[in-house]
Nanobody, 123 residues
Framework: QVQLVESGGGLVQAGGSLRLSCAAS????????MGWFRQAPGKEREFVAA????????YYADSVKGRFTISRDNAKNTLYLQMNSLKPEDTAVYYC????????????????WGQGTQVTVSS
């Protein structure tokens, strides 16, 4: 099991940028595939981005492709999500998740989840 703590959320104007971080502890971070998901008020949690354990493979939801970038620093046990050109519809609680296999956008492939960080984009 790996423990995950997200940070970096906040309030930003449309068109702005934020970088989310997800600090991992517990088992070896570098052996886990990682993902970012989000949940807007009144909506189901949805996939945002995923990265393989090595960082070589990435996968994005169409809604964020070209605006968001997932990355990881295995030496620091940290996952990142750089979010640019933010839109009001990006407002949500953002969660990071870890899985023993590269789960792409399938939530049931991820075993451990953080508590989330709020991102609010004003128009």
């Amino acid at each position: 099991q790996v423990q995950l703590v997200e940070s970096g959320g906040g309030l930003v104007q449309a068109g702005g940028s934020l970088r989310l971080s997800c600090a991992a502890s517990g088992r070896t971070f570098s052996s886990y595939a990682m993902g970012w998901f989000r949940q807007a008020p009144g909506k189901e949690r949805e996939f945002v981005a995923a990265m393989s354990w090595s960082g070589v493979s990435t996968y994005y939801a169409d809604s964020v492709k070209g605006r968001f970038t997932i990355s990881r620093d295995n030496a620091k046990n940290t996952l990142y999500l750089q979010m640019n050109s933010l839109k009001p519809e990006d407002t949500a609680v953002y969660y990071c998740a870890a899985g023993s296999k590269y789960g792409l956008g399938y939530q049931d492939k991820y075993d451990d989840w953080g508590q989330g960080t709020q991102v609010t984009v004003s128009s």
